[in-house]
């Protein structure tokens, strides 16, 4: 989780958000309110800590995740898009996994404040950069909600004048007291293992007691999580599978930036859009993803 001592305040933006600076250099926006606490740093667009108070943080961030502005972040919500996973074929090869949202860094585009939530409105938009990946031109917006609940919701705008496709995810890791206790409700009974190249699953029980790395097809799933700290209520809108992955011990061991411990303590959770049924924008149009948390 992440030391909010380990932030040092450069400017009150509205009443309840901060602008700080994280030790390793990362810009971040500091939200505090009456309900809940939650840091979003401006690189990856990336929601990096969200607790409700009188609640245990609700995000997992891997104790050695890298701040420095110049790699993924291991934990918080990390945007993958315009692809998840490896590049597709539409894509080329040989190009960044989960595709370039998660390294770049998102523009503050405003706050909007109301009686019981906090809404951060970042944005980021095609450059050089995005253009030698991914040759088209796009705003993707990201609305960050706190309260006592959560909402994020991605929406990507084609800017230009041809078609694009895209996948992506809301790669949400949660923080779990303990493997043995997860229980996860209202996923259907069939997955894509990607353990196995994809080989179809039938099962009818989720336990949280191997490596796994699952694609649930299932359209805007509603999904029931018990993390052994407090039960969860996600809705998933827009989404066509939810994707639940834990590396555990030898996965985790292979990625610097997990700490040992950490696959004890994690589940990722996400609401995604992947290569089986990609999205196509057309000029002018726009398409959101988005999950909302409850306790
Ligand atoms: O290490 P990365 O690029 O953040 O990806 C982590 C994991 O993300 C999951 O969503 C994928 O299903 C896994 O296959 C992948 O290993």
Not at 22 to 35: F, K, M, S, W, Y
Not at 57 to 85: E, K, M, N, T
Request: hydrophobic share 40%; with cysteine.
């Amino acid at each position: 989780m992440i030391d909010i001592a380990s932030l040092t305040l450069q400017r009150q933006l509205t009443g309840t958000v901060r602008q700080v600076q994280h030790a390793q250099g990362l810009p971040c926006l500091l939200i505090q309110r009456p309900e809940c606490e939650a840091v979003v740093s401006l690189y990856g667009g990336h929601l990096l800590h969200f607790t409700p108070r009188g609640q245990a943080p609700w995000l997992w961030l891997s104790q050695d995740a890298l701040l420095d502005g110049q790699h993924a972040i291991r934990g918080g919500i990390p945007v993958c898009w315009p692809w998840f996973g490896p590049s597709p074929e539409r894509v080329g090869a040989g190009k960044p996994q989960h595709g370039f949202a998660r390294n770049k860094t998102w523009q503050l585009d405003g706050i909007s404040e109301d009686a019981d939530s906090t809404l951060i409105h970042l944005s980021l938009s095609d450059d050089a950069e995005t253009l030698a990946l991914w040759p088209f031109a796009f705003e993707l917006q990201l609305d960050i909600k706190v309260g006592r609940e959560l909402t994020l919701q991605l929406t990507c705008c084609n800017t230009g004048d041809q078609p694009f496709t895209y996948s992506g995810a809301l790669h949400t890791y949660f923080n779990i007291a303990e493997v043995s206790q997860v229980s996860l409700a209202g996923l259907p009974h069939n997955y894509l293992d990607k353990l196995a190249n994809f080989a179809p699953v039938n099962s009818d029980h989720f336990a949280l007691d191997r490596a796994m790395d699952r694609v649930y097809l299932q359209e805007d799933a509603r999904l029931s999580l018990s993390t052994g700290h407090q039960t969860l209520q996600l809705e998933h809108r827009h989404s066509n599978a939810s994707v639940v992955w834990n590396p555990w011990q030898e996965g985790a061991a292979k990625m610097g930036d997990f700490d040992d411990a950490g696959w004890q303590h994690m589940l990722c959770v996400e609401p995604a859009i992947t290569e089986d049924a990609p999205i196509t924008v057309l000029p002018d149009e726009e398409h959101s993803l988005s999950v909302t948390m409850r306790a």
